[in-house]
């Protein structure tokens, strides 16, 4: 397993708690030490136990050599980030470099498994890279949802494995063989497509939902009930179909923008993933807008506001700040003079990030909430929920609070003093779980 990011490691200690000899290879050689000690630096529910266990039994190592870690291995996974890069495409530099590093050391009749996400026609490169007609490239792209990537490895709702060699495919699928999932067997450019079509889909879908809250907003509709009203459909589903800040994370925005890239180099037209990715950044500018309508100052900008912020990584139940929208927020925020304070309950004490230049991240609620004009809520930790409310409104110079996520209850937010501002909802209806 080169790479211990997300995938890596998930990928890793699932496999070797599946019962495989897995060796973990990563160039840092601190963090190489630090998980020889079962020292999980990333928040991701249940991997630590995972490490700690499978370490234990001396069914996972780690290295910071690669090559001796290839040395022996019957399938080798490429766990590399791979970046937006210039112009939207999917920078492959680190997988380039390390098939480089290991293509005189890969045993005969090795697996080489591109498990990170890359463009259609990469396990055809990584092959060309290796030059070595004894070795099979196989493409097997990850599904995982941070936060709950341990879960999704041992409950896949699929496994898709593109190979020319189906020989070679099936050796990959073997190594799942424990877990109850279909597995969608097929060659490799089918399934590399296949994973950057999941993330553009998803995408649309959460465009799709702020777009709807906002033709809610106008006709005076609940977006909770209309999706609700939509989700029940099983042509639809109700995933991805919740309002909020717009969407982002380490994986959508730069998914969706290769994926545009490839299409242009393709000279294939794709009007709706366009619309897709231009539709989130106008939701975001329509958010803020909100906010300057609330608390500009006179001259129509937010110098001398000061604003509390609930909330910075992409989603709840991660620590991941990559692309998250919330930062996307308080940059326009910041652009129009804002003052900006944040909490975020995953970025207490040691894990607090370097944000100076954006705004100012505390560990108290309370403490961003004094003197601002507003808070805004921009992630759905379910925890802000059940916030000293009053305390707050208290705090707070202008009791205001605009829930980018429709997370809390309305109904005890006015209770408090505080006027709610929703999406695709309004002050009188109840929250949405």
Known sequence: MIGTGYVGLTTGACLASLGHHVVCADADSQKVQRLRRAEV???????????????????????????????????????????????????????????????????????????????????????????????????NPEFLREGRAVHDFLHPDRIVIGAADREAGQRVADLYGTLDAPVVLTDAASAELAKYAANFFLAMKLSFANNLATLCEHFGAD?????????????????FLRPGPGWGGSCL??????????????????????????????????????????????????????????????????????????????????????????????????????????????????EAAAGADACVVLTEWPQLRDLDWEAIAGRLATPTVHDFRNLLDPVRLERAGLRWYGVGRTPALAPRG
Not at 223 to 239: K, L
Not at 282 to 293: D, F, G, N, T
């Open 223 to 239: 977006i909770g009930d209309v999706t609700d009203g939509i989700g029940h459909d099983p042509r639809i589903g109700p995933a």
């Open 253 to 366: 925005p730069k998914d969706t923008h290769a994926l545009l890239t490839i299409c242009q180099e393709a000279g294939v037209d794709f009007p709706l993933l366009r619309a897709t990715i231009e539709t989130n950044v106008e939701h975001q500018y329509r958010l803020v807008e909100r906010i300057v309508a609330e608390s500009a100052a006179a001259d129509g900008s937010l110098h001398g506001v000061r604003l509390a912020l609930l909330g910075l990584t992409f989603k709840a139940g991660t620590s991941d700040l990559r692309d998250s929208p919330a930062l996307a927020i308080a940059r326009l925020l910041k652009e129009r003079g804002a003052e900006l304070l944040a909490y975020d309950p995953a970025l207490e004490g040691t894990r607090r990030p370097d944000l100076s230049d954006l705004l100012t991240v505390v560990d108290d609620p309370l």
């Open 41 to 139: 630096d990333i928040l991701e529910p249940g991997l630590p136990d995972l490490v700690r266990d499978t370490v234990a039994t001396g069914h996972l190592e780690f290295t910071q050599d690669t090559a001796a870690a290839v040395a022996d291995a019957d399938v080798v996974f490429l766990c590399l980030p791979t970046p937006m890069g210039a112009g939207g495409a999917a920078d492959l530099a680190a997988v380039e470099t390390v098939a480089g590093e290991i293509r005189t050391v890969l045993p005969q009749g090795s697996v080489v498994v591109n498990k990170s996400t890359v463009p259609v026609g990469t396990a055809q490169r990584v092959a060309d890279l290796l030059g070595r007609p004894d070795v099979t490239v196989v493409s």
